[in-house]
Structure formats: structure tokens, C-alpha cells
């Protein structure tokens, strides 16, 4: 099952798809359910497959499903972080322990040489805790993190990123520092109250580092992210990079988005073991 249907048109709820002259393959049933809940579709497929004979043409199932946690055989209920979410849990026959499923990308907005484009893309992020840091009279505490992006249905890296998200309380400081493998890193600061649900975080020209290449072709002039915590076990973020693109006279504003879903606890920080 898919949470998007691998179609490009609309097609019949069922329709038939026959072999090409001389196959041995024998017709396929392609069945389209709609949007339907996850247990709905898993129960049906395994009534299907317990009740088919030899003479049973075979199908295809394309089906549309809302977020859903799937539990494999090997897994257990209790890693499931927040049990009463309003996102079910579905024991599934399959190996594995907790899979979350969601249709949701982020969006990407970058410069292309008629403009801009916007693309999708998939992405996980790990956050884990480290112990707090001393800096002279400075204490910081922290989570290093790594964000990975990949474009739907593709294993190639899209973006990748690594850094540290700090917060110092004496000052209420948030500090997002970012590096990524084109050359690039950038430290972006803020203020936040300790139980705030939305803080924004901006770096200047002062506060990013390029390799000669991005320097004179993409100059960064501008970082700024928003981050929302919530609503659950949710986050986002809006991102606008703003470039200085070689022989164009304004700035483009290189804008990403996405929200993500908690789907697993951190390893506690070496004090906290």
C-alpha cells in the first residue's frame, strides 16, 4: 500500500491490464479503494488473499490512507512514545517495530535558470541531547542533530545537515548552528522564552561562512528560520535563505518548509544514563 497512488490519470475503480502479445504473464487487476483508513485496507487484502482460488485473477490495490503507526512483528506497543495520539496503531504481519506512515513533504523553493522551481521532498531529522556546556560564565544546553532529504520515492541524498540546536538560559538565547557539504555553515541566533511555542532565529552575512564557489555565485546575505513546537508531537519550521544570485539584480528568496512527527524517543545524554 501507498500513501499517494503511483498513477498519472484517474482510473476506473477497477480496471483490467492484459499482457503484451506473447507473454506468459497472466491479466492483472489493477483496483483502486480511495481514501480509506490503513486497518481497513490491511484487513480486506488478507480476507482477498484467504479466500482467492487458483483461479483467481490477480490484483493490484492502490489506496489513499491517513497517518498511521504500523506494528510489526517484532515490535512492542510500549515504544510507542505518546499511545494516546489520535494517529492508530495497527498490528501488521510483517517484521520490523514501529513504522510511522504519512504522505506529507516539505517544500522547496530554489532558483533554476528561468526563475524558481518548487519541489517536494522527504526528510528525517534526529535530534539527540547532549550534556550541558560550559563556556567560561556561559552554560548551554543542547541537541545535535542531523537532517536527512531525499526527493519522494528516491534513495539519493536531496540535502543533508548536521549542527547544533542550543539554548543558553541565562540570556534566553536560541542558537541554531548548521553545516552542510557544499561548503557551508552558519550559526543563527534568537530569543525564546523557556515554554515559547514559536521563536525565530536569523543569521547575517557576519553569521555565514561559504566556500569561494556559493561566494560569487550564490552569495547568502540572509538566514531566517521560524520554528512552531506542536501542536503533539509536532514541529515546524519555515526557512528563508536569501541569495545573491551572479547576474541577477534582486534577491531571491530560497524559502523551505515542512512539518515532522515525533516517531521515536533520544538516547539520554551520557549524564543522564
Not at 490512507?65 to 495520539?85: I, Q
Not at 549542527?163 to 538560559?169: F, N, R, T, V
Amino acid at each position: 500500500m501507498s500513501a499517494t497512488p503511483v498513477i498519472t490519470s484517474p482510473i476506473a475503480e477497477t480496471e483490467q491490464v492484459r499482457p503484451a502479445s506473447g507473454a506468459l504473464a497472466q491479466p492483472v487487476n489493477i483496483h483502486w479503494r480511495g481514501l480509506e483508513p490503513y486497518s481497513s485496507s490491511f484487513d480486506a487484502m488478507r480476507a482477498f488473499t484467504e479466500t482467492r482460488t487458483p483461479d483467481t485473477t490477480d490484483e493490484i490495490w492502490l489506496v489513499e490512507h491517513p497517518p498511521v503507526f504500523t506494528l510489526g512483528l517484532a515490535g512492542d506497543p510500549a515504544h510507542l512514545l505518546n499511545p494516546d495520539s489520535d494517529i492508530p496503531l495497527v498490528k501488521v504481519d510483517r517484521g520490523g517495530q514501529i513504522t510511522y506512515h504519512d504522505d506529507r513533504t516539505g517544500k522547496d523553493e530554489h532558483p533554476v535558470a528561468e526563475g524558481s522551481k518548487e519541489d517536494d521532498f522527504v526528510e528525517r531529522v534526529e535530534l539527540q541531547p547532549i550534556d550541558p556546556q560550559l563556556n567560561g560564565p556561559q552554560l548551554f544546553y543542547g541537541l545535535r542533530y542531523h537532517v536527512h532529504i531525499v526527493r519522494p520515492g528516491e534513495i539519493e541524498t536531496f540535502h543533508d545537515q548536521v549542527g547544533y540546536w542550543l539554548w543558553e538560559p541565562a540570556t534566553k538565547t536560541v542558537i541554531q548552528m548548521l553545516a552542510i557539504p557544499r561548503a557551508q555553515v552558519a550559526l543563527a541566533t534568537g530569543f525564546a522564552e523557556p515554554d515559547a511555542h514559536q521563536f525565530e532565529l536569523v543569521a547575517g552575512e557576519r553569521g555565514i561562512c561559504s566556500g569561494p564557489f556559493l561566494e560569487q555565485a550564490f552569495r547568502t546575505v540572509e538566514f531566517r528560520i521560524r520554528v512552531t513546537v506542536g501542536p503533539g508531537d509536532t514541529w515546524s519550521y519555515e526557512e528563508d535563505t536569501v541569495l545573491q544570485v551572479s547576474g541577477r539584480a534582486e534577491p531571491f528568496h530560497h524559502r523551505d518548509r515542512n512539518t515532522l512527527v515525533r516517531v521515536a524517543g533520544p538516547t539520554p545524554n551520557p549524564l543522564a544514563r
